[in-house]
T-cell receptor, first 112, second 115 residues
Framework: GDSVTQMEGPVTLSEEAFLTINCTYT??????LFWYVQYPGEGLQLLLK?????DKGSNKGFEATYRKETTSFHLEKGSVQVSDSAVYFC???????????FGKGTMLLVSP | EAGVAQSPRYKIIEKRQSVAFWCNPI?????LYWYQQILGQGPKLLIQ????????DSQLPKDRFSAERLKGVDSTLKIQPAKLEDSAVYLC?????????????FGEGSRLTVL
């Protein structure tokens, strides 16, 4: 079945550092890929998405590129802020379905 | 625009007791989901409704969990009897639909502790 694997956290960075959170997936079809973020005390919210190979999703300075050849969708940001501290979830939605399969989540902690 | 509303936010019960969670989706969203999120894991789909019909309940433990969505609007998830391993956050989400759209809007969740 479909699955998503994320790097384990927590990821601890200083403000303005470069961020990468790795995500790889297994799917039978050609899925759409997503990053969701959960800020402390809030519900999950969509951060960005990509629906086909080589697409780049971007939002709030975050980017991720859909790499079919490596089945990856790594999340990057050039300069993190304290306000980016949250749990980040990689997810996929396989063709023909509207439900999401999530990874375990990666906690990001950014210190001033 | 009002978001997805869930209640209660927190619930503590003894094992073998019952509990119910309520969800009101974003107005006009046809699709409603219940996810279970155990500590340290990603959310796992329990059930998906399209209007008031069930689309997918393959991972719902039907011997103890039930869910309904009357009139295609709000929904209730019930657990009876609860087990220790049911301790988790129960997330409700809604979407306007669309294959592969993936944009689900989540509530803040209902945290269940079973003692």
């Amino acid at each position: 079945g479909d699955s998503v694997t994320q790097m384990e956290g927590p990821v601890t960075l200083s403000e303005e550092a470069f961020l990468t959170i790795n995500c790889t997936y297994t799917a039978t079809g050609y899925p759409s890929l997503f990053w969701y973020v959960q800020y402390p005390g809030e519900g999950l919210q969509l951060l960005l998405k990509a629906t086909k190979a080589d697409d780049k999703g971007s939002n709030k300075g975050f980017e991720a590129t859909y790499r079919k050849e490596t089945t990856s969708f790594h999340l990057e940001k050039g300069s993190v802020q304290v306000s980016d501290s949250a749990v980040y979830f990689c997810a996929l939605s396989d063709l023909g379905y509207s439900t999401l399969t999530f990874g375990k989540g990666t906690m990001l902690l950014v210190s001033p | 625009e009002a978001g997805v509303a869930q209640s209660p936010r927190y619930k503590i019960i003894e094992k073998r007791q019952s509990v119910a969670f309520w969800c009101n989706p974003i107005s006009g969203h046809a699709t409603l989901y219940w996810y279970q999120q155990i500590l340290g894991q990603g959310p796992k789909l329990l059930i998906q409704f399209q209007n008031n019909g069930v689309v997918d309940d393959s991972q719902l433990p039907k011997d103890r969990f039930s869910a309904e969505r009357l009139k295609g609007v709000d929904s209730t998830l019930k657990i009876q009897p609860a087990k220790l391993e049911d301790s988790a956050v129960y997330l409700c989400a809604s979407s306007a639909g669309g294959v592969g759209s993936g944009e689900l809007f989540f509530g803040e969740g209902s945290r269940l502790t079973v003692l």
